[in-house]
């Protein structure tokens, strides 16, 4: 198909733009299928990434790219499998270097922000592209852009619109009425993350009975609100033990001396140390144990929340089923935060007292049983729209194997 003298005006304007991603060095294609979608933005990417999983589990003998305008839009947490890139400048040489390195052999487009340039070729080399997740603020143009985006639209197989408001708007764009279909949203999701099972049952034996929280991925500036809150919360159950994970592991030691200087019993997982009858406090400064500890712990308090650190994954506890509680800055997470406040399944919390009454309060396994269920409520939402693209993903692979 060829281009459109609105898409042919629009890559003359933007052929002096910048081509810092052109030297970039690229890790090799890897071999066989690969599965290429983009994400506009880092809440896009963590939509994609339960995506991922879930197609991995339909077809592990393929290979994904995700790709993000910027660098730090990338997740923190890089998936096994997953290739990584920043979307190429809009220019003929740029995009022809970027599709001729990975060579798709099919194309998620998430929501919209098209980039005309780069759908264009995608189309040109006979890639299948679909725009799944697609919302009207994604497609806010102007009246000149429009007869550019109804020929964009054309090199679309299938639209998964968000609602029936944003099909009607992609509609009125020029998107073909019958490729479209309203899905409802693709939720940010996450995978339950894994332990040594042998652990988490020796664990379980030591801790039985006793009542325990958790505070994850503590940064300093909350760790003495943390603590207080603790001292405070002991006094209505004398043998509550804290299990507290330090965003940064290597801190433990140092982290382990200065708690107790202020008079708490602690034990050091780093050292092979287990948490005894008179540990108050246990720091588990081994990384990457988050699955135990949430798994093990009822209630977690979710850490860089009462910092300026904006917050961590509030689904990773609430896919096993830990009630929540979080400070007021979580804006790392902020849609995710969002459905689970609306459900019941986070707590707020914006200091030592209110975390210390907020912990009291669930040691009562029925009010945490409550909002655990809840979390995983929230947890489930979107399981049809994944559903429904991965059957599209996967009958089209079927047929690219088969040509």
Not at 8 to 24: F, P, W
């Amino acid at each position: 198909m060829g281009q459109s003298l609105g898409l042919a005006l629009y890559l003359a304007l933007r052929g002096g733009g910048s081509s810092a991603q052109t030297d970039m060095v690229r890790p090799d294609r890897p071999s066989g299928l690969l599965v290429w979608l983009h994400a506009p933005s880092a809440t896009a990417v963590r939509r994609l990434n339960s995506l991922i999983h879930r197609i991995q589990e339909e077809r592990p003998d393929v290979s994904f790219l995700l790709t993000v305008p910027a660098p730090e839009m990338l997740p923190e947490r890089h998936i096994e499998g997953v290739f990584y890139d920043v979307t190429p400048n809009e220019t003929l040489p740029d995009i022809a270097r970027f599709l001729d390195h990975w060579q798709p052999d099919l194309c998620l487009w998430s929501e919209g922000y098209f980039l005309p340039g780069l759908i264009s070729s995608v189309d040109e080399q006979r890639i299948p592209l679909f725009l799944i997740n697609a919302e009207a603020e994604g497609f806010q143009v102007s009246p000149l852009e429009r007869g550019m985006y109804r020929s964009l639209f054309d090199r679309i197989r299938r639209v998964f619109a968000v609602s029936e408001a944003d099909a009607d708007h992609l509609r009125r764009l020029g998107a073909p009425r019958w490729r479209i279909e309203v899905s409802g949203a693709l939720q940010e999701s996450t995978i339950a993350l894994p332990c040594n099972e042998n652990e988490r049952d020796t664990l379980a034996g030591l801790l039985a009975g006793r009542p325990t929280w958790l505070a994850a991925q503590t940064e300093p500036a909350e760790e003495n609100s943390v603590l207080e809150a603790h001292r405070l919360a002991s006094r209505a159950a004398h043998r509550l033990l804290l299990i507290l994970v330090p965003a940064d592991p290597s801190r433990g030691p140092g982290l382990a001396k200065t708690i107790a200087s202020q008079g708490f019993k602690v034990n050091l997982r780093s050292l092979d140390e287990e948490p005894d009858e008179d540990t108050q406090i246990y720091i588990a400064d081994i990384g990457d144990e988050m699955g135990l500890w949430y798994r093990l712990c009822p209630t977690t308090y979710m850490g860089r929340s009462m910092s300026n650190g904006g917050g961590c994954d509030p689904l990773e506890p609430a896919a096993l089923g830990s009630a929540i509680l979080a400070g007021p800055n979580t804006r790392n997470y902020f849609d995710s935060y969002t459905r689970l406040i609306e459900a019941g399944a986070v707590r707020r919390v914006r200091d030592t007292a209110t975390l210390a009454r907020a912990v009291e309060a669930l040691m009562l396994p029925e009010t945490t049983a409550v909002m655990a269920h809840a979390a995983w409520d929230v947890c489930t939402q979107g399981a049809e729209v994944l559903d429904r693209v991965i059957a599209l993903v996967t009958d089209t692979l079927d047929t690219l194997e088969a040509a």
